[in-house]
């Protein structure tokens, strides 16, 4: 079995515990694909640079990133530039052979390109353009085994490949939990996302009030209305990954000494695929009911 981990990129996280788990699994003769966030250092770059990170509201109230041309300069820069390369060489200090992978090399991530995205500013719509973002349509998931079967551990990071409408393609930007759920799903891998919570709580200010696990759509229902602010993308990009095909889906704290092996042994909180509602159910239920 394949696990596929993320270790999310806030300045909260520190992922010298995972990466030390990373190595015990594969010299254990496991699979690990590991995947990064960054936007924090993305931030921190773009202010270095003495320029302002945007961040925009759509009409549903979700809070993200826009991202211009130049904000994409500095994604290349910092994502498979510095924070790649910096896992990819802490692994190797691991003993582990790692090969650090954009989503633009071999097509690993592709999706449409969004150039223009609809925004509330001001309490009014808009349309704002020039963005360069996109949402993952295909994994190509055979780089993947392949670099595994022959002994290395793939380190993947955004950006990813953008199908232009005019033909072509151009580097975009993507969400990390969602990518690396994309992953899972292709792989049918398990997912841990690791981060700076030790799970998701009931109350997110309350650490006592962790949900332990999610194994059917009303469990589920109830990690949706729990999960606010950061969580809520995990949750999404969580049900992303089992829907696309992936083992199960846990989120734990990446500041412990073995926080892969702790999420898989059940620490953190577990979503399973019989959280999700089988829509072919509901179909034959309505059908029934009618």
Known sequence: MTTVVKIGGARAVDPEGALADVASLVE????????HGG???VDETLEELGEEPTYVETPGGVVGRFTDERTMDVFKMVMPGKLNTDLVESLHNEGVDAVGLSGTDGKLLCGKRKSAVRVKEDGKKKIKRGDHSGTI???N?????????????????VPVLGKEKGGGYTAVNADADRAAAAIAGALEADLVVLTDVSGIYEDPDDESTKIESASTPDEFEAVKDAAEGFMTKKVMAAEEALEGGASSVIVATANADEPITSA????????????????????????AAE
């Open 137 to 139: 349509e295909s994994v």
């Open 28 to 35: 254990d003769g496991e699979d690990v694909v590991l995947t």
């Open 141 to 157: 998931a055979d780089l993947l085994e392949t670099t595994l079967a022959g002994g290395y551990t793939p380190v993947v990071s």
């Open 264 to 287: 898989l042994a059940g620490e953190g909180t577990t979503l399973e695929p019989g959280a999700l509602a089988d829509a072919d159910a509901d179909e034959t239920a309505q059908e």
């Open 39 to 41: 936007s924090t250092a």
